[in-house]
């Protein structure tokens, strides 16, 4: 029984070791073997692989991803003209050289973001500082760019690193700079939003003037046209009356006293004190002048 206890354990001890020996690469990552602290290999290869048990032997695997590091922080940076823009910036790295990388930053990925940052700001200032805004915001962006990414790629060597892209992505003036910016374009809409102000109620009133004036020239000609035809109106009712009353003088006379008493009696209440023997009621009288039959006695 002992001896089948100790086969057993024996045989569990080999297994072990002969797992701690072997370990599986994913094509992810890098494989680093350390051999008593010092880097003994860097394995890129996918795939099943083999080492010495521990404390000989024990494996590190690095990230070979493409990683994004964005700007940290908003900094200005002067233009050519001296004016501040903030610029938003990021750039796609990941770890070319493992054992580089592993000397110069160590493991942690986040010491290397932190070394390459202000590497990025200083190449995206020198690009930016001798450009005008113009430029930058937009006919030199992509050339900014192209610059900034050139200069990475050699101070990237060292850390082990490959600079994929940089990408600008916002390019903004300063909060003091945008406030007078604001204020100027305000204050120029307003001013613009005046001239056509001023220019329409010119314009308001011109088309006034005018319509008044054509208004007035309509009236003047409708008014001369109508005393025209009343005028034409007036000659032709004289001419009828004249040949009216001259094929019967007294019969006219009658119907110009009749015309004259409604005139008079417009109204059951109007009241006129004459005398009647005046030649007012002549025709009332004799019902029709000298020479005419009497009126008929009214009952």
């Known amino acids: 029984m002992n001896r ?17 020996t072997l370990f599986v690469v994913d094509q992810r990552n890098f494989a680093v073997v350390y051999s008593l602290g010092e ?6 290869e996918p795939g099943l692989k083999f080492k010495l ?31 501040s823009l903030v610029i938003d910036w990021l750039v796609k790295w990941r770890v070319k ?16 973001e932190a070394r390459l940052s202000p ?30 990414m050139q200069r990475l790629s050699d101070d990237a060597k060292n850390f082990g690193i490959e600079i994929v892209d940089v990408r600008i ?29 001023s220019e329409g109620s010119a314009e308001g009133e011109k088309i006034r003037a005018d319509a008044d004036r054509q208004r007035e020239v309509i009236l003047a000609e409708a008014y001369r046209e109508a005393q025209k035809v009343k005028g034409e109106g007036d000659a032709k009712a004289a001419v009828l009356y ?21 005139a008079s009696f417009r109204s059951k209440s109007d009241v006129i004190v004459v005398d009647p023997s005046t030649e007012f009621f002549k025709v009332m009288r004799n019902g029709g002048g000298s020479g005419g039959a009497a009126a008929p006695a009214r009952k």
């Open 242 to 262: 004249a040949e009216s009353f001259g094929r019967d003088p007294q019969f006219a006379q009658f119907l110009r006293s009749l015309d004259a008493y409604k």
């Open 53 to 83: 048990p521990p404390p000989l032997q024990n494996v590190v695997f690095i990230d070979r991803r493409t990683y994004t590091l964005d700007s940290p922080e908003t900094r200005p940076i002067f233009t050519a003209e001296k004016q």
């Open 39 to 44: 880097i003994r290999e860097v394995i890129t």
């Open 97 to 112: 050289e493992a054992r580089q990388f592993i000397r110069n930053t160590g493991l942690d990925l986040r010491n290397a």
């Open 119 to 148: 590497i990025v700001q200083a190449a995206l200032n020198e690009e930016v500082t001798k450009r005008s805004v113009r430029a930058v915001l937009s006919t030199d962006r992509e050339k900014i760019m192209q610059g900034v």
């Open 169 to 197: 992505k916002r390019v903004d003036f300063a909060a003091t700079i945008t406030e007078s910016v604001y204020r100027r374009m305000e204050s120029e809409r307003k001013r613009v939003a005046n001239e056509l102000r």
């Open 4 to 20: 089948f206890v100790v086969t057993v354990v024996s045989l569990l001890l080999v297994l072990v070791l002969a797992m701690s």
